[in-house]
């Protein structure tokens, strides 16, 4: 068994709430369904978190995910939605004493909430994914304890497409930068134009501004096209460019 799943299968065995954090600006990619799946079957509560939620605008968010229950919307990095989060996992626990999992994809922002939750560094984050080694435990109150995770994907699913779009797969290991940025762009053209300042509207040709405008260029002093997807990408994954 891959050990991210002897991981995941520990948390299901320590904790009674699992929340699933969720990437606000990719709701559906980063999703797990496979984990929520075994989450069901182990008897456990599932919390749905929708973090990044400074990177979209929230009241269209809102509106798009009615379905999702119970749910609560954080940024980790505004420290938004904390509180309201504290009182929902004391609200599922009725009140007693509670250890719960952080789970979701690579990337997600399971550290940072984590972090934002406590109020202190207690759990070690970075841009880059797979960061998060192994399950480490971390009191927030005298209720609460949290178990951190490494981000996990479905296991059959190989999709470089979307891992790289959403962060899951690192934009310095994207092997295919600029397929990837294409498929960005078609999905978030106007928040990419405006971010670039760029009147363009073909996926190349906006690569190639971006390319000019930052002056990657080739030997030649041609635009450097895997240069700027693979920045774009970078600017995307780190939350640089923002939808809010
Ligand atoms: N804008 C914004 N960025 C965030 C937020 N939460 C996390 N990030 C960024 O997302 C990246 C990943 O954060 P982590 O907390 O390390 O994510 P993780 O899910 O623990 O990642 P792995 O351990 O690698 O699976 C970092 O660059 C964070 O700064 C947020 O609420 N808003
Ligand atoms: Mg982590």
Redesign the pocket.
């Known amino acids: 068994m891959p050990s991210f799943w002897r991981h995941v299968n520990q948390v299901l065995k320590e904790a009674e709430i699992i929340i699933e954090?969720i990437d606000a600006r990719h709701i559906k990619e980063t999703r797990n369904l496979e984990i929520e799946e075994k989450i069901t079957k182990a008897k456990r509560r599932i919390l749905y978190v929708i973090?990044?939620?400074?990177?979209v605008n929230i009241d269209k968010l809102k509106k798009e995910i009615s379905n999702l229950n119970p749910v609560v919307f954080?940024?980790?990095?505004e420290k938004l939605g904390t509180t309201i989060l504290k009182k929902k996992i004391l609200e599922l626990s009725k009140g007693e004493k509670v250890t719960v999992g952080v789970v979701?994809y690579?990337?997600?922002?399971?550290?940072?909430?984590i972090n934002a939750l406590t109020g202190r560094g207690s759990a070690r984050?970075?841009?880059?994914?797979?960061?998060?080694k192994g399950l480490q435990k971390i009191r927030v109150d005298g209720k609460i304890l949290l178990i951190d995770t490494?981000?996990v994907f479905p296991s059959m699913e190989k999709d470089n497409l979307k891992h790289g779009k959403t962060g899951a797969i690192d934009y310095s290991k994207i092997k295919d930068p600029e397929l990837v940025a294409l498929n960005l762009i078609e999905e978030q053209k106007e928040l990419i134009k405006k971010h670039y300042k760029i009147s363009k509207d073909e996926g190349d040709e906006i690569l190639e501004a971006i390319a000019l405008k930052f002056k990657k260029l080739q030997k030649g002093g041609g635009p450097d096209i895997d240069a700027a997807a693979r920045l774009l990408l970078k600017h995307w994954q780190?939350?640089v460019i923002t939808g809010a």
């Open positions: 954090v973090t990044k939620c400074d990177l954080i940024s980790s990095t979701g690579p990337n997600v922002g399971k550290s940072s909430l984050t970075s841009s880059e994914s797979g960061y998060t490494p981000g780190t939350g």
